[in-house]
């Protein structure tokens, strides 16, 4: 009785309230289940018939569901606030905080992610500075710990704000957010395809190709779902095989609550609508038409055409040898700079100063100054700014390179020792200017 009573409050007060909640589902032992999860209560619903299978009023309240990433288990839902090392738990009507963590406004837009039984977190944004760390809640010392990786690994970027999936013991990354060297209030999002494998406990660099990969994430065991605006990208990552499909449904639901799928069935609610039903929908009319099916990550050559394409692969490389001798660019096009299949935006101020490197490899900073000149700046003034666009460049063209070696080389000029003479040294990487 008392269960049908909630189950009539559920409909008429859950539905119609304009309180946020997140929708989710969560492994039980008879199957996924639907959870609703709001403020002030948790209500579990059977996914087929919709029926309300348990409602509890917590015992204390939550100050914003939108604050916190929800992640479920079989017997507990966690809820991982963002931006500090808050984990909560919710079991049964009890929701109380299981940490003894003392961490605020740090990796603010973490990854966050469970391993097996164990809650982690990467990157994230704090402190005017970007984290590349690999953080696990420690269930010991209930306190938040630095993950040991394999020292050859190459690390990603110092970043935050990721389009990433977990699948099958590994991390994947698509894209993320950098922050500007010189201005930490600054950032921009560039393709960041890096894979950490638990297996190895190491990061592996792979390829995307020019793909910025951004939108809202759901993964579960089965399936891993990337919504965009008219578009879903469904990652099959067993077959590396990505599945673009334009979809009529995606812009109608409401990201911001959350959706659910489960058994082939997706669970959202619909935005800017008065209406506060629960949609249920087939997965397969969800996602709409297909129109694209490509490789997520380019492949290596599998081993068994190997043995053939030894003597092509011989001749090709003597004749680009002798014929070519092409070195690697960094081409500036537009307002990006190219290189090797990856694409780096470039701030519109030093643009202008990355053009003029390019076609000067070598240059004495009252070139820069005329360059950078401006009749509101004082004259000693336009020196740090000199200084500041110099740092950027250096910034930018180690990250499309992937290396950490010296970019400029500085000496005095004999003939006026206040004028420094600054030449580029990325040989191996020629900076050629092609803006359009």
């Not at 929800?70 to 049964?92: H, W």
Request: charged share 20%; glycine share 4%.
């Amino acid at each position: 009785m008392l269960l049908v009573f909630f189950t009539i409050i559920f409909q008429l007060f859950f539905l119609n309230s304009v309180q946020d909640f997140k929708i989710l589902s969560s492994p039980s032992v008879h199957g996924e289940t639907l959870v609703i999860l709001r403020n002030d209560s948790i209500f579990t619903l059977d996914p087929v018939t919709l029926k309300t299978l348990s409602a509890i009023k917590l015992d204390t309240l939550l100050t914003s569901v939108d604050r916190y990433h929800a992640i479920s288990s079989p017997s507990k839902l966690f809820l991982l606030a963002n931006g500090s090392g808050e984990i909560r738990t919710i079991d049964g009507a009890q929701n109380h905080r299981i940490d003894h963590s003392n961490m605020i406004n740090f990796q603010i837009n973490a990854a966050v992610f469970k391993h097996r039984d164990t809650l982690f977190k990467f990157g994230g944004y704090g402190y005017w500075s970007a984290s590349r760390n690999m953080t696990f809640w420690d269930q010991t010392t209930k306190e938040w710990e630095l993950y040991s990786i394999s020292s050859e690994s190459e690390l990603p970027p110092p970043s935050f704000d990721y389009t990433s999936f977990y699948s099958d013991n590994k991390f994947r990354i698509l894209s993320g957010k950098i922050l500007d060297s010189i201005n930490p209030t600054n950032d921009m999002r560039i393709s960041m395809p890096y894979t950490f494998d638990f297996n190895s406990k190491s990061w592996q660099k792979t390829t995307t190709g020019n793909d910025y990969y951004f939108g809202f994430e759901y993964s579960s065991d089965t399936i891993s779902l990337l919504l965009q605006e008219d578009q879903i990208i469904v990652f099959d990552w067993k077959n590396n095989l990505k599945k673009i499909y334009n979809s009529n449904l995606v812009d109608e639901v409401d990201l911001s609550q959350g959706i659910a799928v489960i058994n082939q069935t997706v669970f959202f609610m619909k935005r800017n609508t008065s209406d506060r039903t629960l949609h249920q929908v087939a997965l397969k009319d969800f996602l709409g038409t297909q129109v694209e099916s490509n490789t997520i990550y380019k492949s290596k050559i599998s081993d068994s055409y190997s043995l053939i394409l030894f003597g092509l692969f011989l001749v090709g490389t003597i004749g680009l040898i002798l014929f070519f001798k092409r070195k690697k660019v960094i081409r500036i096009k537009s307002n990006y700079l190219h290189y090797n299949n990856r694409l780096l935006q470039i701030p519109e101020s030093t643009l202008g100063v990355l053009v003029f490197i390019a076609n000067n490899p070598t240059f004495k900073t009252n070139d820069l100054y005329d360059l950078l000149y401006n009749p509101s700046l004082h004259p000693n003034h336009v020196y740090k700014v000199i200084s500041y666009e110099l740092k950027k460049i250096e910034d930018l063209l180690k990250i499309i390179t992937g290396t950490n070696a010296p970019v400029f080389v500085k000496s005095k000029f004999n003939k006026d020792r206040r004028i420094t003479i600054i030449s580029l040294q990325l040989k191996d990487y020629p900076l050629q200017a092609n803006v359009t």
